[in-house]
């Protein structure tokens, strides 16, 4: 029988009205969705790895990993097994329930699919949930890789199709859609959301969650990134977006896909303890753990456990139980050598 909370025909007048709320009135109504549908004290951890950095041939305006721009990012080949191996054991002693990897392609030949699959089997064996984000896939090398065990593929549409040429051009939006449809048909859960800060206008984030909650099946997992801002990308001189805007987004996700983990992800280190806490209360309920991104800080872990003691506010096992923050074996050092998030993802 179909949830009625679930809702796959919203129209652009229907979100625009939410999102225009009061704000009170906004996190009120995402609060009382998110409590149908989730504990409100708790959230789901990931992790995310870059087994493979640098040389992407894609234009993404936004990522420090384009061949295109000159960033300080080093083109480094796929990383051996054991280092992926070592990192997630270390990710999952740290409390994580997912750990996930990325690799700079725009394609996924054989070989590197080859590559990939062993992956996902060693790390499934750890007992942990896992997901990757390796560019556009083919219906086949979907097929493959769930039939190693992969629980999620990460595919980001990035913003509206509408201001999406305005981002990218050496693929289409269409190209994305292929590939969540892909991954669908495959049995594999979708993690696809976007990027705020790209200078799309409100009307073009509406429409960007239009379009996730317009799935046939709603993405599993909803990443909404901050901009990490670049020197040598085109978005390195973007605006911050504005912290009521983006907390309203979170909001839009949560009412428009009441089912989905909404996560907190790349620009976390732009955001105050405050801003976080808002977030969790518009419906927030996933984020990345790791002190980097790349070339730019992500919140410590040590901060992370610290204001998710003060909320009183419990980690997700894979069993879906929870764990008090002081009960993780969450060190004050960082996750050594761990890339988290090769892109906003």
């Not at 999620?152 to 969540?180: A, F, G, I, P």
Request: aromatic residues 6%; proline residues 2%; negative net charge.
């Amino acid at each position: 029988m179909k949830n009625k909370d679930i809702k796959n025909n919203w129209t652009i007048d229907a979100l625009q009205e939410i999102y225009d709320l009061p704000f009170n009135d906004l996190l009120w109504k995402a609060q009382e969705i998110h409590r149908k549908h989730h504990d409100a004290n708790k959230i789901q951890i990931s992790t995310l790895m870059s087994i493979k950095t640098g040389g992407c041939p894609e234009d993404c305006k936004y990522c420090s990993q384009s061949i295109r721009y000159d960033t300080d990012i080093n083109l480094e080949k796929t990383l051996p097994l054991v280092d992926i191996i070592n990192q997630a054991q270390q990710a999952k002693k740290n409390g994580a329930s997912r750990f996930c990897m990325g690799a700079a392609w725009r394609n996924l030949t054989q070989r590197n699919l080859e590559k990939v699959k062993e992956m996902v089997r060693e790390v499934k064996a750890l007992g942990l949930e896992t997901c990757v984000t390796l560019g556009m896939l083919t219906d086949s090398q979907a097929k493959e890789l769930k039939n190693v065990g992969l629980d999620y593929y990460n595919h980001n549409l990035d913003t509206s199709e509408e201001y999406y040429k305005e981002v990218v051009t050496t693929r289409t939006y269409q190209d994305r859609l292929d590939t969540l449809q892909h991954v669908r048909d495959a049995g594999v859960k979708v993690c696809s959301g976007g990027i705020l800060g790209l200078g799309e206008e409100n009307i073009d984030r509406i429409k960007l969650i239009q379009v996730l909650a317009n799935l046939e099946t709603q993405p599993e997992s909803v990443p909404i990134n901050r901009l990490v801002r670049v020197e040598g990308t085109p978005y390195y001189e973007n605006n911050d977006v504005d912290e009521f805007d983006f907390i309203r987004v979170i909001a839009l996700a949560r009412i428009a896909m009441p089912k989905s983990y909404v996560r907190l992800s790349a620009g976390r280190d732009t955001m105050n303890d405050h801003m976080q806490s808002l977030c969790f209360l518009a419906g927030a309920n996933s984020i990345f753990y790791g002190e980097e991104l790349l070339t730019t800080k992500n919140s410590t872990i040590k901060h992370d456990q610290d204001l998710l003691r003060k909320l009183k506010i419990k980690t997700m096992s894979l069993d879906n139980s929870s764990n008090d923050s002081e009960d993780i074996n969450i060190k004050e050092s960082k996750l050594e050598n761990i890339n988290i998030a090769i892109k906003n993802i």
